[in-house]
């Protein structure tokens, strides 16, 4: 049988009736306004509004933790990190945490920053715990939506939301994580429908793969985890051979950012039960060496003891801050003489640093003007 003959005839596959794309030339926008400028929820965090953006990160470091800070943030319209956001209602499902864990972070967040839980009437935090939460499957490598979706769908159009966050891609996609195929259709098709029908960012968190944990590039599995969203955001520890100085830190790290530059980084500290902007970073270019360093953990806990019980410079003296640190459980219990010593090596630091002040008569410590704020 000749060659030509085993080529179907398309007129036998092809629809009776075929609608043509709808196109036309750029010389149209020369009739048109500019559109308007690009929007962002949080350009600092290459976060924009309208799209999938992931954050991926190891178990344990802390991911929900700063997604929640980031809802609190966008639906108070506060800055997050000492970046500015554009704010507006936040949904967020989160599938590892159940809702009473959810509410204690909520509740601890907005005391450390000092946010009224009642300004947070437009911040819906939902536990999915135990629960079925696969928003598509595949099908010979084409994506069915899912009931959940569709109900996850028809929340988002009732609250509509600036962002939506989804916590995580393990609990929620039921693809191969290492097909393209499935990897695109859940971000383009799932979650850029979600984005495009109702005019919301998705934010989906993340782990790496453990390839991608080894290497400290935070990604792994397909490209196209890399390649499909428009931003992605990487959290991991400091690069430091000093473990005690990183065990607390973490840098968030934007690593793609199709609407701007990439290669930005976020240095975060936990402290009081969230992470805040980190005010000693270690600076990674540097010559890596342990060091003695201040104990940045002991000094927000001094700074808090005076903001809290000597906050118009009265004097203190060092037994009395010792005593109060040791009780709050800031400083361990033991020798004197031997847990003494770090907390006398912070006061000296904050006083060089300005942040308080040294008296001879009484002999003790006052904070100073600069550090009342």
Not at 65 to 85: D, E, K, M
Not at 177 to 191: D, G
Not at 316 to 321: C, D, E
Not at 352 to 372: D, F, H, M, N
Request: glycine share 8%; hydrophobic share 40%; proline share 7%.
């Amino acid at each position: 049988m000749a060659k030509a003959e085993l080529a179907p005839d398309p007129t036998e596959t092809s629809p009776a009736v075929v609608e043509p794309l709808v196109v036309e030339p750029a010389s149209f926008l020369a009739e048109r306004d500019p559109p308007p400028a690009r929007d962002w929820v949080c350009e600092g965090l290459g976060l924009p509004a309208g799209r999938v953006t992931s954050l991926i990160g190891n178990g344990g470091f802390g991911k929900s933790t700063v997604a929640q800070q980031i809802a609190i943030a966008v639906a108070t319209n506060r800055p997050v990190f000492g970046l500015p956001v554009k704010g507006g209602p936040v949904f967020g499902i989160f599938c590892e945490d159940e809702q009473p864990e959810l509410d204690r972070k909520t509740r601890t967040i907005c005391a450390a920053d000092r946010t009224e839980l009642a300004m947070l009437d437009c911040a819906y935090l939902l536990s999915r715990d135990g629960k079925d939460n696969i928003l598509c499957s595949f099908d010979h490598d084409q994506i069915q939506l899912t009931e959940f979706y569709w109900q996850l769908d028809a929340t988002i159009a009732n609250i509509r939301p600036r962002l939506v966050i989804i916590d995580t891609a393990a609990d929620v996609f039921a693809g191969d994580f290492m097909s393209t195929p499935h990897v695109r259709q859940f971000i383009k098709v799932a979650l850029g429908g979600l984005c495009l029908r109702h005019e919301t960012a998705v934010l989906l968190l993340a782990h790496p793969s453990a390839s991608a944990m080894a290497s400290g590039d935070g990604g792994g599995f397909s490209t196209a985890w890399n390649n499909s969203v428009r931003s992605r955001l990487y959290m991991r520890r400091p690069k430091s051979e000093d473990a005690e100085a990183i065990a607390d830190r973490r840098v968030l790290e934007v690593r793609k950012a199709n609407y701007g530059p990439s290669g930005g980084i976020v240095p975060l500290l936990y402290s009081q039960g969230r992470f805040i902007l980190d005010p000693e970073p270690i600076d990674e270019a540097a010559k890596q060496v342990k060091a003695v360093k201040s104990d940045t953990r002991l000094s927000l806990a001094v700074m808090s003891y005076f903001k809290a019980n000597a906050p118009s410079g009265q004097i203190v003296g060092f037994g009395s801050i010792f005593e109060a640190l040791q009780a709050s459980g800031d400083i361990p219990r033991g020798s004197y003489e031997t847990v003494r010593k770090p907390l006398q090596r912070t006061l000296k630091n904050l006083v060089e640093a300005g942040l308080l002040g040294l008296s001879e008569v009484p002999r003790g410590y006052r904070i100073t003007k600069e550090s009342k704020s």
